[in-house]
């Protein structure tokens, strides 16, 4: 039930506006006063000198525009210019810009830094492995390098009221209820997503599949901007929102909804978003890009830290960041996560997002084995009409997209623990909750696996 006043009533609907994309805040948000230079040194190893960390090496340039969408996935960004990991290491001129949306990212990132755009910044995948091809990007290749990932977890699958109670939890009890929609009331199941192709439609494409419902014919899927999604999840008119904090906890919060599943219950400590560049820009710079780096890695130690998640909600709540009052960051950066419709709490700090380390690998090292998952998503469901045709395809792209090599030696440089540094790029076999696995040496045998497919 929810125990939300009308004032917070009020601030949902800004939350609502505010990620919308309704507003295009492109390149004038400007950031908070610059208060680094006293941070810096209250964080991690204060002895180190502002710049030259690490081997010694300046960075051929100081500045770069990174874009961020204000969700909890790019706290390591937000953190990284905030605390002073940035200037530490020399990146003293980082712009942290919000984008309006996937798309306008997406865009800017084509335009480039040069142009007014981005030159990189928080990604869903497999989104720089498309733009690489010009999948998505009417044709116009841009070489981007996956550089790190920046968080697991967090984010989970949102019913809507009126579908109380009818069995929807981590199975859909009765898959009849939802294919039987259209005969019953007169329209499809509709569920959204905010982008379509990327991690958010992939979750909610396997939850239906893995119960036998078929996400391309029994339901309606669409993207819509999240605060049509909310509103029509208000008014009965959509049933189901695949999507990231803080929207989970708001949704049942608000008494709007209730949660089928959470994205760590599907896959525990599955990929999420990642951090990439263009390529052009990394070539040109590689010493600035390990400063990078380092700063977003030393920032995602930092965030790990539950001593210092009350910070961080205050940080990225913030009027240029998120943009949120603070209470609805808490409870999901606590772990704490109300379901609804009768399910048990989850309180675990490990269900929410993770930044740096999680309970079986690196969060922060690009594992090619996750991109790999990806890509045999896309081959799945036909995505971009058959542009990934086959896993060599799909090994080559990966190949030149993931830059581990990099994220290896930043870490090195950077001294950071050995046993946080991968020594494989393969995580392993994956697990995800209805039993089935994902071996990255054998993608073909997963595909086959699953009832559900277009490929
Ligand atoms: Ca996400």
Redesign the pocket.
Known sequence: MSNFSNVSRRRFVKLAAASSGAVLLKGCLGNPPDTTATTAATVGSAALPAANVGTGETPEVTTIKLGFIP?V?SAPLVIAKEKGFFDRYGMTGVEVSKQANWASARDNVVIGSAGGGIDGGQW?MPMPHLITEGIITNGNKVPMYVLAQLNTQ??GIAISGMNRQKGMGLKINDPEYVKGFERNQGRKFKAAHTFPNV??DFWIRYWFASSGVDPDSDIDLLAVPPAETVQGMRTGTMDAFST?DPWPYRIVADDIGFMSILTHQMWKFHP??YLALRADWVDQNPKATKALLKAVMEAQQWCDDPANRQELVQICSGRNYFNVPSEVLTAPYEGKYALGDGKPEVNDFKAGPLYWKDDIGSVSYPYKSHDLWFLTETMRWNFHNGAIQDFDMARNLIDRVNREDLWLEAAKEAGFAAADIPTSTSRGIETFFDGVTFDPENPEAYLASLKIKRA
């Open positions: 969700i996935e869903q967090g984010n991690n958010q990231g999420e978003e």
